[in-house]
């Protein structure tokens, strides 16, 4: 094994980990030989450390050999992984989870290098500055060009500019990973149908435009106008896109409600 992933054994934990842990994290993978689920999450933990490039370190600890660290960290189930920093442990989790999930766990430990550019564009974009918004998330993608947090950051200032065919081809190779949910990726993808459906002429267009400037109550009228008066699949597709990108829980509860007695 390489000199970020290694096994460690009771006699070695303290320097290994602790000590190791106060220069970088250390994530502990608590397994053993018999376990199926831990065959299964050994490989992603050990994809991630290596493709972190020295980010963290990954200690393998077979509970099996090792039955002191075990009980000093109160194992009941493995796979069991403690995340390490600073000389003490800060999160854990037991079983196999899926890899999105392992990512995440390891975002929330070791901040990716394009991290800072990824909020400086996001900044950016929050205040307009669209230029700025381009150079610090060119800087982000070129630290670390699959950072989907970065990807998701681009797609969302291509919307900006009114790059419907540039942020599409962002959004399609989008997958939820890391930081980056599900509907984020929703959110991204009823922006891009917004823009393209704001060309449009007549009511629908204008709706459209009403959602990307932030109106979503006059947005999804506009939607509910068009389904009542005979255009009920680009109503539809209208109300969707307005529903994915409002944040408001209470108001999506009364649009889903609204929409349902429109469709049955």
């Known amino acids: 094994m390489q000199a970020d992933i290694l096994d460690v054994d009771e006699q070695g934990f303290a320097a290994e980990v602790i000590e190791e842990s106060r220069r970088r994290p250390v994530v502990v993978d608590f397994w053993a030989p018999w376990c199926g689920p831990c065959r299964a999450l050994g490989p992603v933990l050990e994809r991630v450390c290596q493709q972190a490039q020295g980010g963290f370190r990954l200690a393998k600890v077979n509970t099996d050999d090792n039955p ?29 989870l899926p890899e999105p999930q392992v990512r995440a766990f390891i975002d929330k ?24 918004a381009r150079a610090a998330i060119d800087q982000a993608l070129a630290q670390d060009p699959n950072d989907p947090r970065a990807q998701l950051a681009q797609g969302q200032i291509l919307c900006a500019e009114g790059n ?13 990973e890391g930081p980056v949910t599900s509907q984020d ?44 008066g005979g255009d009920k699949a680009h109503g539809h597709e209208l109300a969707k896109a307005v ?22």
């Open 68 to 96: 002191g660290i075990s009980q000093a960290h109160n194992i009941r189930g493995i796979p069991a992984v403690f995340a390490y920093r600073g000389g003490e442990p800060v999160d854990t989790f037991t079983g196999a």
């Open 109 to 132: 430990l070791v901040p990716k290098k394009s991290a800072p550019d990824v909020d400086r564009a996001l900044a950016a974009l929050a205040q307009g500055q669209l230029d700025q």
């Open 164 to 176: 419907a065919a540039g942020a599409k081809a962002v959004h399609a190779a989008l997958s939820p």
């Open 185 to 228: 990726i929703d959110r991204l993808g009823a922006r891009i149908a917004l823009i393209e459906t704001s060309q449009q002429a007549g009511a629908l267009g204008q709706g459209a435009q009403a959602a990307l400037q932030g109106r979503l109550a006059d947005a999804f009228e506009a939607a509910r106008a068009a389904m009542t």
């Open 243 to 264: 529903i994915n990108l409002c944040e408001d829980d209470d108001q999506v509860r009364d649009m889903r409600r609204s929409l349902a007695m429109l469709l049955f």
